[in-house]
Nanobody, 115 residues
Framework: QVHLLESGGGLVQPGGSLRLSCVVS????????MRWYRQAPGKEREFVAF???????VYGDTVKGRFTISRDNAKMTVYLQMNSLKPEDTAVYYC?????????WGQGTQVTVSS
């Protein structure tokens, strides 16, 4: 089994910043691809960012230039630095890791951007 645990969500004012973390643990030796998704109420789950073991990154159009994905391989942790937050960034943010055992999701962490 593989477990993903997100943290770092919360309430922030527009223009503020948050840093999300996702720790991967369990029966896994290494992780190649790590992704962040989000889902706002009443909307479909949306791709946010991708990073692979070579530190190649890809971002969704709505977060490009504001969010930064990074990782610490020794800690099997992926981060999402979110700057210049907008009310439309309000969502539950999920970490996602595809493995040869299947694709795993965390339980999500709520981010609310509101004044």
């Amino acid at each position: 089994q593989v477990h993903l645990l997100e943290s770092g969500g919360g309430l922030v004012q527009p223009g503020g910043s948050l840093r999300l973390s996702c720790v991967v643990s369990g029966n896994i030796f290494s992780v190649n691809v790590m992704r962040w998704y989000r889902q706002a109420p009443g909307k479909e789950r949306e791709f946010v960012a991708f990073i692979n073991s070579a530190f190649y990154t890809v971002y969704g159009d709505t977060v490009k230039g504001r969010f930064t994905i990074s990782r610490d391989n020794a800690k099997m942790t992926v981060y999402l630095q979110m700057n210049s937050l907008k009310p439309e960034d309000t969502a539950v943010y999920y970490c996602n890791v595809p493995t040869n055992q299947g694709t795993y999701w965390g339980q999500g962490t709520q981010v609310t951007v509101s004044s």
